[in-house]
């Protein structure tokens, strides 16, 4: 499985912006998404996660209410829009896909959000 990163850039404080990954390769029916981020000097901290369907999501309480995961099933994409964005958003953000028991990790893209 190959995941590719894309989105992400530059905002102002309480803009927005959307991050997107997708998957390639062979896969089960069945799988979850996650996204994380890593700031500078930090350890890489969970934000959102999501059922293959989308159906059942997850956030962190730092990013509840501003930030909204989604599925494309059919693209095997799964989106991050951030909205409200904050300075201490800025961070490297790494989609997580798990299948079978293995996560795959992206490559990251930075967000960076100025004041």
């Known amino acids: 499985v190959q995941l590719q990163a894309s989105g992400g850039g530059l905002a102002q404080a309480g803009g927005s912006l959307t991050v997107s990954c997708a998957a390639s390769?062979?896969?089960?029916?069945?799988?979850?998404w996650g996204w994380f981020r890593q700031q500078s000097g930090k350890e890489r901290e969970f934000v959102s996660a999501?059922?293959?369907?989308?159906?059942?999501?997850y956030y962190s309480d730092s990013v509840k209410g501003r930030f909204t995961i989604s599925v494309d099933g059919a693209k095997k994409t799964v989106y991050l829009q951030m909205n409200s964005l904050k300075p201490e958003d800025t961070a490297a953000y790494y989609c997580?896909?798990?299948?079978?028991?293995?996560?795959?990790w992206g490559q990251g893209t930075l967000v960076t959000v100025s004041s």
């Open positions: 997580k896909f798990s299948n079978r028991g293995i996560d795959y």
């Open positions: 999501a059922s293959w369907s989308g159906a059942t999501t």
């Open positions: 390769g062979r896969t089960a029916d069945r799988y979850g």
